[in-house]
């Protein structure tokens, strides 16, 4: 298994300002993701983090306004640019461990943008 | 293209009742199916998968390829289990994971 922590937990931001939200994992983990979970509904894949180069985005997500960071196998950054209201949302990071082939995910960070 | 259908936003039953949340999906490969569970204020969990076969906290589901479902299946469903369950799919040589929009799941005493 895996032990995945996000920080913030939560956070209450401004129209036009960022957030960075961390993932630290407790053991190397070959994929880690990023999703969204807008209130009410499912959640929707972001991107794909990849270790030492760009991330893999999903349609309708670009990197200028959530930039991803993956410097090394157990940590990965999702930032939220130019915050607007309709980015109220829960962002989960979600790790794909060899062993198993099974998906974990985090806490989740729970963003209101007024 | 990878689609999971869930109909029932919200079921309610009774203690002691069977339980049945539908799951169907829509993918042109073979695909792997798992459910995921979400009690109050903890994190998604995995329930289980469909390449497992084993039944979790007594839910079993199976894999209907004709019919292209998964359903999650209780014979007597327990208070504890109120929670959230998603189900989700994923192609046997991705690794993208689509979830279905959820079954918010009550159980009455």
């Known amino acids: 298994s895996a032990v995945i922590s996000q920080k913030p937990s939560r956070d209450i931001c401004q129209r036009g300002t960022s957030l960075t939200i961390q993932c630290q994992v407790d053991s190397q983990v070959t994929m880690m993701f990023w999703y969204r979970q807008q209130p009410g509904q499912s959640l929707t894949l972001i991107a794909t983090a990849n270790q030492g180069s760009e991330a893999t985005y999903e349609s309708g997500f670009v990197i200028d306004k959530f930039p991803i960071s993956r410097p090394n196998l157990t940590f990965s950054t999702l930032t939220v640019s130019n915050m607007s209201p309709e980015d109220s949302s829960i962002y989960l990071c979600s790790v794909r461990v060899l062993a198993g082939n099974e998906q974990f995910f985090g806490p989740g960070t729970r963003l209101t943008v007024l | 293209a990878q689609r999971v259908t869930q109909p029932e936003k919200l079921l309610s039953v009774f203690k002691g009742a069977p339980v049945e949340l539908k799951c169907n999906y829509s993918?042109?490969?073979?695909?792997?199916l798992f459910w995921y569970v979400q009690y109050s204020r903890q994190r998604l969990q995995l329930l289980l998968r469909?390449?497992s076969r084993e039944s979790i906290k007594g839910f079993t589901a199976d894999l209907n390829k004709g019919e292209t479902s998964f359903h999650l299946k209780k014979p007597f469903a327990q208070e504890e289990d109120s929670a959230m369950y998603y189900c989700a799919l994923r192609s046997t040589s991705g690794s993208r994971l689509t979830f279905g929009e959820g079954t918010q799941l009550t159980v009455n005493p």
């Open positions: 993918y042109s490969g073979s695909p792997e």
């Open positions: 469909h390449i």
